[in-house]
C-alpha cells in the first residue's frame, strides 16, 4: 500500500497563489505518473495536471498557462503551483499516483484530497 500525504490547501483571494505538495510513502517500486485531479461542488471529478517519471507533462484546458505540475523522483513528491486562481478553481483537489508497488503489483492510488478555497 502507498500512503499519499496532500499539503498546502487553504483560502485564497482571486488572482492569488497556492502551491501544493503530495508525497508518496510506503511499498513502492516505481511511481510512473504521478498528479492531480479536482472535484468541484456539482461536478465529476477532472484532471488537472499529471507529469510522467520522465518529465512529461499533461494539463486540463481550464488551468493551462496558469498552472505548473511538478515532481522529485527521488523523494517521491509532486507539486502543483496554482497561479492567477479564480473562484471557479475552489474544490477539492486530490493527489495520485500510478506505477507499480513492491510486490510488483499495479499501483493506482489516491490521496485523501485537500481543500481549495478562492473568495474574496
Known amino acids: 500500500q502507498v500512503i499519499l500525504e496532500e499539503s498546502g490547501g487553504g483560502l485564497v483571494q482571486p488572482g492569488g497563489s497556492l502551491k501544493l505538495s503530495c508525497t508518496a510513502s510506503?511499498?513502492?517500486?516505481?511511481?510512473?505518473?504521478m498528479g492531480w485531479y479536482r472535484q468541484i461542488p456539482g461536478k465529476p471529478r477532472e484532471m488537472v495536471a499529471r507529469?510522467?517519471?520522465?518529465?512529461?507533462?499533461e494539463y486540463g484546458d481550464s488551468v493551462k498557462d496558469r498552472f505548473t505540475v511538478s515532481r522529485d523522483n527521488a523523494k517521491n513528491i509532486v507539486f502543483l503551483q496554482m497561479n492567477s486562481l479564480k473562484p471557479e478553481d475552489t474544490g477539492v483537489y486530490y493527489c495520485y499516483a500510478g506505477g507499480i508497488y513492491s510486490s510488483y503489483d499495479l499501483m493506482n492510488d489516491w490521496g485523501n484530497g485537500t481543500l481549495v478555497t478562492v473568495s474574496s
Open positions: 510506503g511499498s513502492i517500486y516505481s511511481i510512473i505518473t
Open positions: 507529469i510522467s517519471r520522465s518529465g512529461s507533462t
